[in-house]
C-alpha cells in the first residue's frame, strides 16, 4: 500500500524514440543526392553538345534516294586541278613566201623575185629621198623615233632599189672589183631584196654601210632591238654559205614583229634556216 509503481510513468516519459527523425534526415539526404546527381548529368550533356556544334549539328540520318548519309561521311570533292593552255604554235605558212608583195618573201641567190623585174605598189617616200612599202616605213619610223629617244641617232642610207637601178649598181661592183667579188657584196638584179622595198641600210656612230658598224652603239642596239619593230640583221656573220653574202650589220630586213620575234626566240639566224629553205651560197648556174 505504501509503494509506488513508477516503470509506466518512467517509460512513459523517461526515454527519447528518435526513429522518426532519423528517417526524416536520410531521405533529405537522398534527395539531396540526386538533385547533385542530376546537375551533374545536365552539366555534362550540355558539355558534350556545345562540344559537337550546338543545335545546328542535326545528327539524324538523311535519306539520299535510296541512301543514308549524315553529315559527318560527307568527303568533300577534290579540287580540279586546272588544265594548263597550251601554247600556240606558230603558223610558218600564214604568209606567202614566194609572193612578191609578201612581207614574208624570200629572195636570195637562187630565189628571184617573179617577175624579176617586180616593183612594190606601195611605196612611199622616207626622208632623203628614199622609199619603202608603207608598212616597212612605219615601222623604221618607229624604231629610230624610240632609238633616238634612248640616246642613239639611226639614219637610213640606202632603202627601196628598182631593177634598173640595180642593174646599173651591180654592173658598178663588177667593173669595180670583178664579178665573183661583186657577187658576195651586191645582189644580181632580180634577187636583191632592196627590190621588195622592204630593206634598208641603217647607219649611225660614225660607221656607214661598213662592218665597223656592229662595233658601234647604233649597232648593236639595232642587233638588240630590232626585232621589237618587225626587222631582222639580215645577213648575219657567218651566214654567207646559206645567204650568199658576207656579214652586213648595216643590212636589214622587215618580216613583221611576229616573225621577227618568233626567230630570236628560236635562235633562227636567217629565213632560210627558220623556213627549211635550202641555202643559197651561189647563184645556180
Known sequence: MGSTDTRGSTDTTGSTDTRGSEDTGGRR???LLLALVTVLVVVV???VWLRGGGADDDPTPTAVGDSTT????VTPSP???PTPTPTPTFDRTQLSLIDPASSWVVVNKARPLSP???AP???VPFGNGYQLRAEAAQAMDAMIGVAAAQGIELSVQSAYRSYDYQVSLFSAQVSRFGEDRAEIQVARPGHSEHQTGLAADVGGGGCDIESCFATTAEGQWVAAHAA???WLVRYPEGGQDVTGFKYEPWHIRYVGTPLATEMQ????ATLEEFFGLPAAPGYPG
Open 70 to 73: 549524315t553529315a559527318a561521311a
Open 265 to 268: 626566240r628560236t635562235g633562227a
Open 228 to 230: 621589237e619593230f618587225g
Open 29 to 31: 539526404r537522398l534527395v
Open 45 to 47: 550533356g550540355l558539355a
Open 121 to 123: 605598189a606601195d611605196l
Open 116 to 118: 624579176i623585174d617586180w
Open 79 to 81: 579540287t580540279p586541278t
